[in-house]
């Protein structure tokens, strides 16, 4: 693993970061115009820029150990060089003038658990760049600039959901937001609770090609229904007529729209774990996007005593599992939680409470 002055050629002239996001409620509704909160995580991507003298971009992950040189004639390949590369083409499309750098590139985020390494890497770039090219962008500005690298540039049809929550969010105050209007406002959390967590150690394999296939399938629903997007289906019985799976995905939105508005109004933990459980419940059975190793997690979460509320966390398909328990059992309840399931032969790991780590060690 090399050092950032080693890589760099010297000290970093910026030095830029940006949390990942687990969201709390509402998952797959930013993609129709719905509402979501999430909570930035206090695992952060950081991102060091130098300038190059070569005309060409360099760039190394201290986390994957891997270096890489992009430039104007060539494509960086697959891996963590098309988010770089995106940010500063969509970065020079906004008006910047961005020259030829060495980014260096170290992630507390844990990449493909669920918590959108991707947005905290798009967002700290973009941070980095702004500052280095003296280009300033207001957070929700830079939150679209970094959605749209995502979407043309790593190919994933994503919302804007991640990249509001690294870019706007902090890790005690879950953002809500309105998809649509793109408003956004803090939310404290439940008196006297606290968030766990769980990373399920099951890789989100077909995360993309599935995510892309239900938003198609959203899309689908609103067409059937006559509107453009699920948020405008203003009687919700209508959704029984739709035929499989478009009734299913439509309920899945709009009891989950619900269940984010119910949250937001303030409620106690109990209520508060009660809507993530049917929320899980909704994504398991109408949304299709659950696995079995999350429904043992989410399972065993609950089980436990002081545990209000469990569900996945993300796209699904894999990935992580968010707990809302009593203050001050966080860790305790993660680590015996872990215990269980990996008694069973699993690779799950707490994220949340943040293990305490070494200054330098990698993720
Ligand atoms: C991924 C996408 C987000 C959102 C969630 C599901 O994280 O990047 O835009 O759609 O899935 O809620």
Not at 174 to 200: E, H, M, N, Q, T
Not at 253 to 262: K, T, Y
């Amino acid at each position: 693993m090399m050092r950032p002055e080693a890589f760099l050629g010297g000290a970093p002239a910026v030095w830029a970061s940006a949390p990942g996001r687990v969201n709390l409620l509402g998952e797959h509704t930013d993609y129709n115009e719905g509402f979501m909160l999430p909570l930035a995580t206090p695992q952060r991507t950081e991102v060091a820029l130098a300038p190059s003298e070569d005309g060409r971009h360099h760039a190394y992950s201290s986390n994957l150990d891997h270096s890489l040189v992009f430039g104007p004639q060539t494509a960086p390949g697959p891996g963590f060089g098309r988010y770089l590369d995106g940010c500063m083409r969509v970065l020079a499309e906004a008006g910047a003038s961005v020259p030829p750098l060495r980014i260096y590139v170290r992630s507390r985020v844990p990449l493909g658990a669920g918590l959108s390494s991707s947005a905290a890497l798009e967002v700290a770039t973009l941070r980095a760049l702004c500052n280095w090219c003296q280009f300033p962008l207001d957070p929700l500005r830079l939150a679209q600039l970094a959605q749209q690298a995502e979407i043309r540039f790593a190919g994933v049809q994503c919302g804007i959901l991640d990249q509001m929550a690294a870019s706007l969010g902090d890790d005690q105050h879950p953002l809500l937001i309105d998809a649509r209007s793109l408003a956004w406002r803090p939310i404290p959390l439940p008196p006297a609770s606290s968030v766990i967590v769980i990373d399920s150690g099951v890789a989100r394999s077909l995360a993309a090609s599935h995510y892309n296939q239900r938003r198609g399938e959203c899309q689908q629903a609103a067409r059937l229904l006559g509107v453009d997007s699920l948020r405008d289906v203003a009687d919700a019985s209508l959704v029984d007529q739709l035929p499989e799976p478009y009734r299913s995905r439509a309920r899945h939105v709009l009891s989950e729209n619900a269940r984010v508005l119910a949250a937001a109004d303030g409620v106690d933990a109990a209520r508060f774990g009660a809507l993530m459980n049917a929320s899980h419940a909704s994504l398991r059975d109408d949304f299709a996007v659950s696995h079995p190793a999350l429904d043992a997690l989410t399972s065993l979460l609950r089980a436990e005593p002081g545990v209000y509320g469990a569900r996945l966390t993300g796209a699904g398909f894999g990935g992580a599992c968010v707990a809302l328990c009593a203050a001050g059992q966080a860790a305790r309840t993660g680590a015996q939680v872990v215990a269980a399931f990996n008694a069973n032969g699993g690779a799950a790991r707490v994220l949340i409470p943040e293990p305490q780590r070494g200054d330098d060690e990698p993720i």
